[in-house]
């Protein structure tokens, strides 16, 4: 019982345009931004033993902590939810019939 007049199938394609960024390129994104806090920790070392003591407590404070800041800012990004997939038709669902 094939009727004419029906409309036609609609064809679902998924969407790739909302993908992220490859897996190697935000792993070296990652390591770039650690390596660039652990920089800043070594020139924090580096003037605790040059400046005077009031100055040399801040640069202490600074390398002490600086990792545990460089661990949270090198790990964001993967995780975060950026929206909805575009990978369904919007609309109803119903079993099309025969």
């Known amino acids: 019982m094939d009727n004419p007049i029906s409309s036609p199938k609609k ?8 993908v992220g960024e490859g897996l190697s390129k935000e792993q070296s994104s990652r390591a770039r931004k ?14 605790a033993v040059i400046l005077p ?15 545990y800041f460089a661990v949270i800012i090198a790990n964001a990004g993967r995780e975060t939810i950026k929206g909805e ?12 019939s025969k």
């Open 85 to 96: 997939p575009n990978i369904f038709a919007n609309g109803p669902k119903q079993i099309e």
């Open 11 to 18: 064809s679902v394609s998924a969407s790739i345009s909302n």
């Open 53 to 67: 003591s009031p100055f040399r407590w801040l640069a202490i404070f600074g390398a002490v902590t600086l990792p």
């Open 34 to 47: 650690y390596f660039i806090s652990m920089m800043i920790r070594t020139l924090c070392f580096i003037l």
